[in-house]
């Protein structure tokens, strides 16, 4: 019987450590917050169950990194890191896996994406990661005192968020980027338990497009919150005040999502980026009427 073959090995772009693709728990990756032990989701009632009894941030985020719970996406994330590698990175790594939220796991602020990119996060394991997206977003967050430098370019590279959280609405990386009907509301009980653990410190959230603002308000509503009605519009610069069973406050504010369709036109530019981000301060206006209109 012939041996099996070698794993295809590549090294880390930061660390240098040899790993496969997709990234096994528990090997080393930086950031990583999964072990071999981290129990995997497989459907969505394990999804809701993994993501209710989370009792942190940093095991939430494990269970995230693991869950297998949508077919497609599993298989499409998986074969962008083997064989669908983007030619410029084709000597790295891809992290293949769901991301996991990136930054204080104690935020005032949570950052609502919709996705991971095929060859951002899908590759570097972290949130709006190594891709033209997150040259925006970080750049922003670091001229808004968020970030403590401008740029991310791979996990392990030194990028630490302050007061700040960023999620998303899907974990894995879709196809043409369109997650389906069943996908987003499978991977929804990340993101509730996301502000379920954050709404104790909970001040305000950025919505990164009209999914990720839909799935912040349907959280909230699942999560027992006063949500204006009739629904708040999304918008750039839109806002809504959201009220958590105990009476806190929580103002959401919209923006176009950083991705290179909008940049690269000027439907988003970087004074309306840095405008919305201001927002989220505890300085801001609070005279938002309910609806969601100043």
């Not at 990661?129 to 392990?156: F, I, N």
């Amino acid at each position: 019987m012939s041996p099996s073959p070698a794993p295809d090995l590549a090294a880390h772009p930061v660390t240098g450590q040899l790993f496969e693709s997709p990234v096994a728990p528990g090997t080393g990756w930086p950031g990583d917050p999964a072990t071999a032990a981290t129990p995997v989701a497989r459907n969505a009632a394990q999804t809701h169950a993994l993501a209710c009894t989370s009792p942190d941030v940093a095991e939430l985020d494990a269970r995230i990194t693991v869950c297998r719970a949508c077919p497609r996406l599993v298989e499409w994330r998986e074969a962008v890191a083997t064989t669908g590698r983007r030619a410029s990175f084709a000597d790295q790594p891809y992290w293949g896996r769901p991301g996991p939220g990136f930054g204080d796991p104690h935020a005032e602020v949570l950052v609502v994406g919709l996705a991971p990119a095929a060859n951002g996060t899908n590759r570097t394991g972290r949130m709006f990661t190594g891709d033209r997206s997150g040259d925006w977003l970080y750049a922003a967050l670091h001229r808004a005192g968020y970030a403590s430098q401008p740029h991310s370019v791979a996990s392990g590279d030194g990028l630490e968020l302050v007061g700040l959280r960023i999620v998303a609405s899907v974990r894995c990386a879709p196809p043409a980027n369109k997650p389906t009907t069943v996908e987003k509301a499978t991977c929804a009980h990340w993101l509730d338990r996301d502000l379920e653990l954050a709404a104790p410190r909970l001040r305000s959230m950025l919505a990164l497009g009209s999914i990720a603002w839909d799935s912040a308000l349907g959280s909230a509503r699942r999560l027992g919150w006063d949500v204006p009605r009739p629904k708040p519009r999304f918008g750039h610069a839109a806002e809504a005040v959201l009220t958590t069973p105990d009476g806190r406050p929580v103002r959401l504010v919209g923006s176009y999502h950083v991705s290179q369709q909008n940049t690269f036109t000027g439907k988003l530019t970087e004074q309306m980026l840095d405008a919305a981000i201001a927002r989220l301060g505890p300085t801001a206006d609070t005279d938002t009427e309910p609806g969601g209109r100043r």
